[in-house]
């Protein structure tokens, strides 16, 4: 008997295994500010909350190490009168040693994967600082990476075609 499956095609022993560990995460950048407890607000402050999230891609020196950033912008104000209580604007950043993703799979793998792998705790960073800021703990929903990188190409590419226009 041959270990070559009949249709000719080749095991899947045989094909890159892909290779990620995250080297290192640390906060590159924050800024928090309580303008509540600077300015005051009048009547009830019920929060309306908006979060933006950009990310960005680096290769480092290293062979096969990458820099992913989560970079959030969080900002907090009031529902009735659009008074801001909070400004949460965060860097994250996470060092990984990727192998095996082919290069042409690299770029999505990058801007999904590792985002995914890091943002629980960008999350437990976020609710500590709005707790110790003197709000209750902001608590992110979970960020779907594949939709923000999805739209980020719509927009790319609306972007190109408006150049050709």
């Known amino acids: 008997m041959s270990d070559t499956p009949e249709n000719g095609a080749e095991p899947a022993q045989q094909q890159a295994q892909v290779k990620s560990r995250v080297l290192a995460q ?53 529902k009735d009168k659009g008074e801001p209580l909070f400004v949460l604007e965060i860097e994250y950043a996470g060092v990984f040693h990727v192998e095996g993703v082919p290069e042409e799979q690299m770029h999505p793998y990058l801007l999904i994967e590792c985002p995914r792998i890091t943002f629980p705790f960008l999350r437990r960073i976020v609710s500590d600082v709005t707790r110790d800021g003197g709000f209750p703990p902001l608590n992110l929903e979970t960020i779907d990476f594949l939709a923000l990188y999805r739209t980020e190409l719509a927009r790319r590419a609306e972007t190109e075609k408006a150049k050709v226009n």
């Open 26 to 78: 640390y906060i590159r950048d924050m800024s928090f500010e309580n303008i509540l407890a600077q300015k005051g607000v009048s009547g009830d402050a019920q929060p309306e909350i908006q979060v933006q999230v950009n990310l960005d891609a680096r290769k480092r020196s290293a062979d096969n190490q990458y820099e992913i950033i989560t970079k959030l912008n969080i900002t907090s104000k009031t």
